[in-house]
């Protein structure tokens, strides 16, 4: 857990914690709705990721918070004070985007010096301040290069110093690595996170990377369809999800639809509609009139084990090995059960040789291991 996380659970949330708000905001474009009662609240300090997959909203909502685009319904605060109708360059926050927005006829120095310079401050405080962003972002030594003579990496660490120079309140990223090839993006990662904590300003990042997402923030809202279906730290959003679409979108899940048989305050008994009895945990009361019709369970594949004998009696099924991938890391299974349900396994890649296709195989989970969602 990060520094900042710590900082948050002690921490009491009351509103002079808060850097950014979003009161019930809607976002109307032609009669589409693009943003669907949206409540946030992001504390002071945090590195706050919006993720969810494109044209779920995630970039409009970023904008609304830069002032980009005004609200069709609802509030958007700024450490406790409206910004609705306030235009982007009275707000106190700044954007680094996807494709940098560098001035291609200004060297490094003046394009970091471009706001300042605008806000008419004098030649000592640029001269000072210009100087302390490029040396943040391991940029002053390359103060004379132009944009093309720069790596993506370097432009991208430039676009960071111009918007740092200006001491924002809360540094808005939209997609700020999606440009960069994987390794410089994993570097560009670790960069984004010492800076943060060396900084303690506020990150708001949009992305669809969910491995960016859990890597870097404090706290992650998944957006869907114009809405936020969970807010949590990256540990609660991958390991309990809350609904079918947050455990199949951020990483790898096995998912099984069925009917609740046995419903106790902390576990229930279900029957896929293939015939598999599954038991699981999970985190809602169903019992009584609670219990919903249809539930989803959801299984990641990481925690499914694979043997060629039936160990134990509960969620463990026969089938057969359909198709493997090596992945370096781990090995990639697909498992076809009796029941013609077909199961995603992720075994080490130092396990044991795989058994023949021919050979049948056992797949299990503890109950512990899978939970069960409201379809």
Request: hydrophobic fraction near 40%.
């Amino acid at each position: 857990m990060s520094q900042t996380a710590v900082k948050n659970q002690q921490s009491t949330k009351t509103g002079s914690d808060l850097d950014v708000e979003l009161r019930k905001v809607f976002k109307v474009f032609n009669g589409e709705t693009a943003v669907r009662g949206v409540d946030l609240s992001i504390r002071r300090g945090e590195f706050f990721s919006i993720l969810g997959p494109s044209g779920c909203g995630k970039t409009t909502l970023l904008r609304l918070i830069a002032g980009f685009e005004e609200p069709t319904a609802g509030e958007v605060m700024i450490r406790g004070q409206s910004v609705v109708n306030v235009p982007p360059f009275r707000r106190p926050v700044n954007t680094v985007f996807q494709s940098y927005a560098l001035f291609s006829h200004m060297n490094v120095w003046d394009n970091v010096a471009f706001g300042l310079r605008l806000k008419k401050r004098g030649k000592a405080e640029v001269q000072d301040r210009v100087k302390e962003s490029l040396k943040l972002v391991k940029m002053d030594t390359f103060a004379k290069r132009f944009p093309a003579q720069l790596s993506g990496g370097q432009q991208q660490r430039v676009a960071l110093a111009r918007a740092l120079v200006n001491r924002p309140t809360v540094l808005l990223l939209d997609e700020p690595l999606g440009a960069l090839d994987l390794k410089l993006r994993k570097e560009m990662q670790v960069e984004l996170t010492n800076l943060h904590l060396e900084l303690g300003v506020t990150f708001i990042m949009v992305t669809h990377d969910q491995e960016e997402a859990l890597s870097l923030s404090d706290r992650i809202a998944v957006m869907n369809n114009g809405m936020v279906e969970q807010i949590g730290t990256p540990e609660q959003v991958y390991e309990r999800p809350i609904t079918p679409f947050v455990a199949e979108f951020i990483g790898d899940t096995n998912l099984f639809q069925g009917q609740v048989e046995t419903a106790e305050p902390t576990f229930v008994e279900i029957t896929t509609a293939k015939g598999l009895h599954i038991t699981t945990v999970t985190t809602q009361d169903w019992t009584g009139s609670a219990t919903p019709d249809q539930v989803m369970v959801s299984i990641r594949p990481e925690k499914i084990h694979m043997s060629l004998t039936a160990d134990r009696q509960e969620n463990c099924f026969v089938g057969r090995l359909k198709h493997v991938m090596y992945m370096g890391t781990h090995t990639h299974c697909v498992v076809e059960l009796l029941s013609g349900d077909r199961i995603i396994v992720m075994q080490p890649s130092d396990a044991a040789l795989l058994p023949d296709p021919s050979t049948p195989v056992y797949v299990y989970w503890d109950s512990v291991d899978c939970l069960a969602l409201a379809a």
